[in-house]
Nanobody, 115 residues
Framework: QVQLVESGGGLVQAGGSLRLSCAAS????????MGWYRQAPGNQRELVAR???????NYADSVKGRFTISRDNAENTVYLQMNSLKPEDTAVYYC?????????WGQGTQVTVSS
């Protein structure tokens, strides 16, 4: 069993910053890919950014240059630093991790960017 605890969402004005965190714990010692997805009302869930155990990263084009993903392998935690936020970044952000041949999702954290 794996638990994912997300934090850091909230309300921010356009141009502002937020930092999301997702701490993974449970029966798996280490995780392979860790990442963030988001889903806005009426839209499909989409990849925002992900990072491998070897720290290779990839980002959605819409967030490149504004968001940075990182991870602390010792703490099994993944972070998403979001800068220069735009109203179109408003969504529920979900943490996703893979490990032990399985995939796990967090409960989601709301990010709202006001114009």
């Amino acid at each position: 069993q794996v638990q994912l605890v997300e934090s850091g969402g909230g309300l921010v004005q356009a141009g502002g910053s937020l930092r999301l965190s997702c701490a993974a714990s449970g029966s798996i010692f280490s995780f392979n890919s860790m990442g963030w997805y988001r889903q806005a009302p009426g839209n499909q869930r989409e990849l925002v950014a992900r990072i491998t155990s070897g720290s290779s990263t990839n980002y959605a084009d819409s967030v490149k240059g504004r968001f940075t993903i990182s991870r602390d392998n010792a703490e099994n935690t993944v972070y998403l630093q979001m800068n220069s936020l735009k109203p179109e970044d408003t969504a529920v952000y979900y943490c996703r991790v893979t490990g032990g041949g399985r995939l796990y999702w967090g409960q989601g954290t709301q990010v709202t960017v006001s114009s």
